[in-house]
Every structure is written in C-alpha cells, then in structure tokens.
C-alpha cells in the first residue's frame, strides 16, 4: 500500500485508504470504523475509488471522497471531519475540490450523497455546491448535484 498523496487541495491532502488509518476511522466512526476502513481499503484496492484519509496542517482530520453508487446513477459522494476542525470551511473546500477532481479525473458528472435532513452543516456544505434534497419518498436523506 503506497503512502502517496493523490488528492490536494489549498489546506487538504488525500490519501488511498490506508491500515494505519484505523485510529481515525474509529474517532469519526466508533466500533464500525475498523469494518469502514476494510471496505475502503478493498474498493481502493479493485477501483481506485474510495474516500481519501484527509490531512490538515500534518494532522488526519477526516475522510472523504467517493463510492460507486450501484444503486444510484453516478458516484456517492462522502465526506466526515473530526469536530476539532468544523467551523473552517475544510467541508466547503473539501467537496468543491473533489467534485472538480471527479469531473476531470474520473470523467463523471452525476453525484449524490446522503445528509439528514437535521444535519445542518452538511446540508448547507451540499446546497452551496449545487445538490439539493431528490423529493424521493423512500430515502429522505438522498441529495443530488443538480
């Protein structure tokens, strides 16, 4: 497993999911970290598509990136910082860079992503770069790039 960054932004650095990732997994998910983490290291391994492990300042602060969305048309898109860092517009900067990095990269242009209704921050991160909520009965939670 290679330790090189391929995902930058003005603050951020990414990186392939990683093993020794595991500690951050577990601060932003608990006990499903560890099986989070597998997943990601797995569909990194057979895609090259998976969330990055997201540095700031030297210091992991979150994940986010991409997963195939096999129900969905398009890519699901997912991002979670420690709360140590909310409030900085990383989110912002974060999910603008990807999407552009997706587009040229990936060559993909249809994105969506799943935010509670009640998680403000996240919604307000996902209206200002265009998704809104799909008015699908069956999964409230789902917002498309519009």
């Keep these: 497993m290679t330790d090189e960054i391929t995902f930058r932004t003005t603050r951020l650095t990414g990186r392939p999911p990683r093993p020794m990732a595991l500690r951050l997994y577990q601060a932003l998910f608990g006990k499903a970290g560890e099986g989070d983490l597998n997943r990601d290291i797995q569909d990194w391994g ?12 030297g210091h992991e602060v979150g994940v986010g990136g991409f997963r195939i969305g096999f129900a969905e048309n398009g890519l699901e898109v997912v991002f979670h910082f420690l709360p140590d860092v909310w409030g900085q517009g990383l989110a912002s900067e974060f999910l603008t860079a990807a999407l552009d990095h997706a587009r040229r990269e ?41």
């Design 106 to 146: 990936l060559r993909e242009d249809r994105f969506f992503g799943h935010v509670r209704p009640d998680d403000e921050a996240s919604r307000r991160v996902m209206e200002k770069a265009g998704f809104g909520y799909s008015g699908n009965d069956s999964d409230p939670d789902l917002m498309r790039l519009s």
């Design 46 to 57: 057979r895609h090259r598509i998976a969330p990055w492990t997201l540095s700031h300042a």
